[in-house]
């Protein structure tokens, strides 16, 4: 039975990391109830037959039936908003009126866009505040057909190759097909500064800098004259 005032969900994917991503982002969400985390829609199934599901985070591909012929067969009040790493499902996701189609990984910033989305067509405020919205310590990226968690703290800088990303970390390295623009928008920016269209930093890792470079773990990396500007106030303000 649903809670007064809260919207019961279930979460419907193949892959237990995608499951657990989307559950530590709806943790920030204090009118959110998970009633499942379900491996199939078969399982998904029994949810619905037995609970009050207002809205199913789903994703397309997976065994036995896929996500697009779960949400064509259950009731048409109960929404979905799609979770899958395949955009050529947009349209027809988009036909069965889902609320909206997220591409993993998924950032806890879409994500609580998604929700707004259903909170404005549906009512309601899907927000706690802006400040509690964004607190993860925390991102995840998919490298090597998985996906890994990041701590910011461990982040020193990230470099961009074209479309995939080298994170740099303390003891490792993590290659990410992904656009540095895409990396910089999960960011918090009170952490991290993006120095040139091919670098972004982590202010904390900072050991000097002058007009031209700036120099983080032994390594002098370039200020491009686009970014400069706002780099230098930034870091002037400490």
Do not use: W
Not at 8 to 28: G, K, W, Y
Not at 65 to 91: E, L, M, P, Q, W
Request: hydrophobic share 40%.
């Amino acid at each position: 039975m649903s809670k007064p005032g809260y919207i019961s969900c279930l979460i419907v994917d193949d892959e237990a990391i995608a499951r657990e991503i989307i559950a530590t982002h709806l943790s920030h969400f204090d009118r959110i109830n998970i009633v499942a985390s379900c491996s199939s829609a078969v399982e998904a199934f029994q949810h619905i037959n037995t609970h009050n599901i207002d809205l199913v985070f789903l994703d397309i591909n997976m065994p036995q039936i896929s996500g697009i012929s779960f949400a064509k067969s259950i009731n048409r009040d109960i929404k979905v908003i799609f979770t899958t790493a395949y955009r050529d499902y947009a349209v027809e996701g988009f036909e069965l009126k889902a609320v909206d189609y997220l591409l993993k990984p998924i950032s806890l910033e879409r994500l609580e866009k998604a929700l707004q989305n259903y909170f404005e067509i549906y009512g309601g405020d899907a927000k706690k505040t802006s400040s509690e919205a964004f607190e993860s310590d925390f991102m995840f990226v998919r490298s090597n057909r998985k996906m890994i968690k990041i701590d910011y703290n461990d982040i020193i800088y990230i470099e961009s190759y074209s479309d995939y990303l080298k994170i740099h970390l303390a003891s490792q390295t993590i290659v990410t097909r992904e656009t540095i623009s895409a990396i910089e928008a999960k960011l918090p920016n009170h952490l991290f500064l993006r120095i040139h269209r091919s670098y972004i930093i982590a202010i904390a890792h900072i050991q000097s800098f002058t007009n031209e470079h700036i120099n983080i773990h032994n390594i002098a990396l370039p200020m491009s004259r686009s970014y400069k500007k706002d780099v230098l106030n930034h870091l002037e303000k400490f």
